[in-house]
């Protein structure tokens, strides 16, 4: 549920001489102060939350990013790590003490393509990691709808998602090594470009995916992929959600090598996308009332055959009453405006005005009875709210947004929210799902974990979490709930 903003935006002043030892080391460009300078940094993408701190260092390598964390540590600091600040759950915000942001730690330090791997720091952009992959030949198939701008440290250390999880998995899976400057300065060097590597515990696991909370992510090893030769890709007219769960199905079981992506979306999402979203077009002569875009790509050798293998799945699921209707792109402006209908569904939820957000995820088989009774959960608040369903099927992963009545005000609708979100997530829950499937907690999901995560489970995030940062200086406040 989101927290209040705070009532004041000032920062609580820093320890006498940190900020002059902080310049000596960094240099003028590594500290910034000037309250215009900062303001982005404190800003949040949704503007849910105000951040306040004092100061941002910029370091431009690992031995200045430990020197920095080492000062602040012995002055007792709290440090926010920052990327590219394109989080959606506040884990970016600072309470207080300064923020580190990996901007300056850009470089591509190598890609070799023959092992298929590159290492790169941790703040190189999504998007640049991806084009040097593309360069060398080969893929980096981390692909979301912030990668312009998001940083690959935040990346992993939100563990994100994106449209090719379900084929080659989370950010957790691309990672081969990591390099990590801990609470206290020191520097764990496992930038190791292992694919088998059984030594006892797997480190490189506590830190992806802890939002900043024990460390500071400096650089990385990354998985490359085989570049696809080819992909189709296609917008398929349903009947409901079960038939899409069917042809999911259908598609894993005929080509489940090539299934690239596989994201729906109900009848809500593409009118709102189609109506407030320049661009967006759908192709198809009747409304649905759901819809699935599906892409098969393939790598050099077979694919031949990828089209012909796409219609026969079609085909099939047309005869079988799955599909409705259904076009495949002829070319690739065509794929790139099927594209454009997924990406509008997201834009448009911010014209379309205030709504109940909620990133779920459960297991796969479980999508139409969660869609069903979240559903009768959000109408009993308000029957008139539209509500948008769509995401990463493939993953079980559902963006169900509750957007507020057409005739209803932002204000009016607020005080639904948090009713709404209790309810959505005590069904998710109690279909053995997830209340953060890709987002992560930060700030805004904390009181979850709480309700929802066992005793058990919490205890051993507080024990981790007091063995790596016994003095509680790394991100703290992100991701458990108070204590
Ligand atoms: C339009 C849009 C679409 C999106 N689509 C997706 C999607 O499909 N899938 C998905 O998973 N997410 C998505 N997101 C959310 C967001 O882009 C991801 O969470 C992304 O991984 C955050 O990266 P960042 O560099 O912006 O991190 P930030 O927002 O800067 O930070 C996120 C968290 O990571 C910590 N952090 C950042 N860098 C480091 C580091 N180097 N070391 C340690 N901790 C660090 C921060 O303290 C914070 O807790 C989307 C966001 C937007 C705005």
Redesign the pocket.
């Known amino acids: 549920m989101p927290d209040p903003k705070p009532t004041t935006t000032e920062a609580p002043p820093l320890p006498d001489g940190l900020l002059d030892r902080l310049r000596e080391t960094l240099g003028p460009r590594g500290v910034v102060t000037d309250a215009e300078a900062l303001a982005p940094y404190l800003s949040e ?1 949704r503007n849910r939350y105000q951040g306040r701190s004092a100061a941002v260092l910029r370091p431009a390598s690992t031995a200045e990013t430990a020197d920095a964390v080492r000062l602040c540590a012995e002055s007792g600091v709290a440090i ?10 506040g ?2 915000v600072a309470e207080g003490g300064v923020i580190v942001s ?1 901007e300056r ?1 850009n470089r591509i330090r190598s890609v070799d393509a023959d092992t298929f791997s590159m290492t790169v720091e ?2 190189c952009i ?1 998007a640049d990691v991806q084009a040097a992959a593309a360069e060398a030949g080969r893929l980096f198939p981390l692909s ?3 990668e312009g ?15 090719h999880v379900l084929r080659y998995g ?2 957790r899976d691309l990672v081969l090594g990591l390099e ?1 400057v801990l609470p206290d300065g020191r520097v764990w060097d496992g930038l190791r470009a292992l694919r088998k590597d059984n030594t006892g515990y797997a480190l490189k696991h506590l ?1 992806l995916g ?4 024990l ?4 650089a990385a090893v990354l998985r490359l992929f085989p570049r696809p030769a080819a992909r189709e890709t296609a917008l398929c007219a349903l009947p409901d959600a079960a038939a899409a769960i069917r042809l999911f199905g259908r598609c894993m079981d005929a080509a489940g090598d090539v299934l690239n992506a596989f994201e729906c979306s109900n009848r809500t999402g593409v009118h709102l996308a189609e109506t407030l979203v320049e661009g967006v077009t759908v192709p198809l002569s009747t409304p649905s009332p759901f819809y699935a875009l599906i892409e098969f790509a393939a790598t050099g050798a077979d694919d031949g055959g990828l089209r012909a293998r796409f219609e026969a799945v079609l085909a099939d699921a047309m005869e079988a009453g799955l599909v409705t209707d259904a076009v495949l792109a002829e070319t690739e402006a065509q794929t790139a405006g099927l594209w454009r209908i997924r990406e509008g569904i ?2 448009a939820q911010i014209p379309a005005g205030l709504c109940a957000k909620h990133d779920v995820s459960v297991p796969i088989s479980q999508i139409p009875t969660f869609l069903e009774r979240a559903e009768a959960e959000v109408r009993a608040v308000d029957p008139d709210i539209r509500l948008v369903a769509y995401g ?1 099927f493939g993953d079980g992963n559902i963006h169900f947004n509750a957007v507020r009545p057409e005739t209803v005000t932002d204000e009016a609708f607020r005080p639904r929210i948090p009713p709404i979100q209790r309810a959505v997530h005590d069904v998710t829950m109690a279909l053995n799902g997830s209340f953060s499937a ?3 907690v ?1 700030l805004m999901k904390r009181g979850d974990v709480a309700r929802y995560r066992s005793a058990v489970e919490v205890d051993l995030m507080r024990a981790v979490k007091r063995a790596v940062d016994p003095k509680n200086l790394m ?1 703290p406040g ?1 991701v458990l709930p108070p204590e």
């Open positions: 993408w926010t790590p920052q990327g590219g600040n394109t989080g959606l759950v884990g970016a990996t730690l941790a703040g999504l979301l709808g912030a701008t998001c940083r690959i440290g935040g990346n992993l250390s939100t563990n994100a998602g994106g449209i989370n950010a990590v830190f802890a939002e900043g909370t460390g500071i992510i400096t997201t834009e990463h890709e987002h992560g930060g991100n992100k």
